[in-house]
């Protein structure tokens, strides 16, 4: 057997073994993938925590994968709790509304301009029996004849979810205690595919744009639901605080806080308050200007040095194509393709702001 022959080969079963493992354990991409991103992003805050119990590492990352857990699982176990008083009542709303229709609310037809049209639409669908059903998806709504079948398949999926999250932080505790000689092993393959400086200059990048993701993505939108949270509480609206939590899980996504706030508007409009749904939609509108024009272009162009339309492309992208995990990928991706477009096309880093890099 030759040389090439047996590098053929041996090529060969390092794919196959890759490709097995890949397979056996693709069930838990989502939560690994979740998992690193959380690492990198708080990475700095455990290794001083690690200082603070004198390196021991086993420690520092139990308790930090504590806090981190008890960072989700509280808002989590607030919102549930919340939403778990309202379902049944919104279960059967929603069964009864697809069942009988939905009357066209009484401000519907004082709407200058579009009134007529937008009454015309409701009554050809909303209003007639199973309007909802054809609207949203008909072979998920047709088949629930019961409140409590409506809650089975989201309890399903809740459970589901639930694994899921529990996995994420195990694997985020492993991460934490072997992060150092997990980040010295990939460094060294990346090395061997790569130069080492080539891979350096890529790897670096990395963190930096996860952690700029993480902060503009993430604490801009929570803040965005407890600013527009407060709206709702002085507007009147029933349980501002689950209202505002998904305003700031809608939030992180760009221009999801909108249907959070529109709907908490429909939903005063619908129930008489046409004023106090005008000020909530007025001042969400405010919020969200400020937070995605201002905010959050600063925090992630800044740090990762990315025009405006990367960082949004980046997001959207990978929203579009992974998910809510494609969030925190897409700007990563960008990150690299802009890095590697400097490679092949040298020029300095651009001023903050500039569109245009100046050349060397």
Request: proline share 6%; net charge neutral.
């Amino acid at each position: 057997m030759t040389e090439t022959q047996r590098d053929i080969l041996s090529a060969g079963f390092s794919l196959t073994l890759i490709a097995l493992a890949a397979f056996v354990t693709h069930r838990f991409f989502l939560p690994l993938i979740w998992a690193g991103i959380l690492c990198v992003a708080t990475w700095p805050l455990y290794l001083r925590m690690r200082a603070r119990f004198g390196r021991h590492h086993i420690v520092a990352a139990a308790v930090l994968t504590l806090l981190m857990a008890a960072v989700f699982i509280v808002p989590v176990l607030l919102g549930v709790t919340q939403a778990a008083r309202q379902a049944p009542e919104l279960a059967n709303y929603v069964v009864t509304a697809n069942t009988d229709g939905i009357p066209v609310p009484a401000f519907i037809h004082h709407l200058p301009v579009i009134g007529d049209a937008i009454t015309d639409w409701w009554q050809a669908t909303l209003s007639q029996p199973h309007g909802l059903a054809h609207l949203m998806s008909e072979r998920q709504i047709n088949g629930f004849h019961s409140a409590s079948d409506m809650l089975k398949v989201a309890g399903v999926g809740f459970m589901h979810r639930l694994v899921d999250f529990g996995l994420a932080f195990l694997c985020l505790f492993f991460f934490y205690k072997d992060g150092e000689v997990l980040n010295r092993q990939i460094s060294a393959i990346g090395s061997h595919w790569l130069s080492a400086e080539r891979w350096l200059h890529y790897a670096q990048k990395i963190p930096t744009a996860i952690r700029a993701t993480v902060n503009g993505l993430v604490l801009v939108g929570l803040a965005e639901g407890l600013l527009i949270g407060v709206g709702y509480a002085l507007a009147g609206l029933s349980s501002p605080a689950l209202w505002a939590a998904a305003t700031g899980i809608l939030a992180i996504i760009p221009f999801g806080a909108p249907l959070a706030f529109l709907s908490a508007a429909g939903v005063l409009a619908f129930n008489g308050a046409v004023p106090a749904a005008i000020a909530v939609a007025a001042w969400g509108g405010v919020v969200l200007f400020v937070a995605d024009h201002f905010v959050r272009p600063g925090i992630i162009g800044n740090a990762t040095r990315l025009p405006f339309l990367a960082v949004l492309f980046g997001i959207l992208g990978g929203v579009e194509t992974l998910g809510l995990v494609g969030l925190f990928i897409g700007p990563v991706v960008m990150v690299l393709f802009v890095t590697l477009w400097h490679e092949a096309h040298p020029v300095n880093e651009p001023d903050v702001g500039s569109p245009v890099a100046k050349p060397r």
